[in-house]
């Protein structure tokens, strides 16, 4: 599917495209559209093919973005004129890669999900050492005394009931709650 602008997300292993209407920078005037994604020093570029028009067609191959770590990346687009070595930034922004489901084992539960998680095994006296690793505020999980591990639970359960909240909105589900009118 192409969309007409960036998209905002993707699934690591997908394909994306989408298209950019840029008349002012015609390929018969010698212009070309790239796109330079990074991510912790690691660049990528990308070329869009015009249909002649401005109109630049725009493709992520799926076996580019199955190397990509889930995450957040930045982009830029920008026209070139190797005639006359000019360059302009067209547009920018980001792109949040989501982890790939079927390429691995892959951990869905959010961070709340994951700290709360860890929260309440350590106070059962089950955690495992990766949980006991967690750390929140620069404090271990496993340093930290009954009171404080109570507290910062009741916060993760807090912050955990508002994210399913939104999802559940998100979703169209809607949200569960009483509204009361007084007339």
């Known amino acids: 599917m192409t969309d007409i602008v960036e998209p905002s997300e993707i699934v690591a292993g997908d394909s994306a495209s989408w298209t950019k209407n840029l008349p002012q920078y015609l ?15 690691v660049r ?15 493709t992520l191959a799926a076996a580019t973005t199955a190397a990509w770590t889930p995450g957040q990346y930045a982009w830029q ?32 539960r959010s961070h709340v999900q994951r700290t709360l998680d860890a929260l309440e095994a ?7 050492s990766d949980q006991l690793a967690y750390s929140i505020g620069g404090r271990s999980i496993s340093k930290m005394s009954p009171e404080q591990l109570l507290t910062w639970r009741d916060k993760y359960k807090a912050e955990l009931a508002a994210e399913e909240k ?5 979703a169209g589900v809607g949200a569960t709650g009483t509204i009361r009118v007084r007339m």
Not at 44 to 58: E, F, K, M, P, W
Not at 122 to 128: F, I, N, Q, V, Y
């Open 44 to 58: 990528l570029s990308v070329t869009g093919t015009d249909y002649g028009d401005g109109t630049h067609l725009v």
């Open 122 to 128: 350590t106070l059962e006296g089950r955690a495992s």
């Open 77 to 108: 687009a920008y026209v070139t004129k190797s005639a006359t070595s000019e360059r302009y930034t067209v547009a920018a922004g980001q792109i949040k890669v989501e982890a790939n489901f079927a390429t691995g084992a892959v951990d869905g």
């Open 27 to 41: 390929p018969a005037n010698g212009w070309v559209l790239s796109y330079a994604i990074v991510r912790d020093g």
């Open 166 to 170: 939104a999802q559940k909105i998100a």
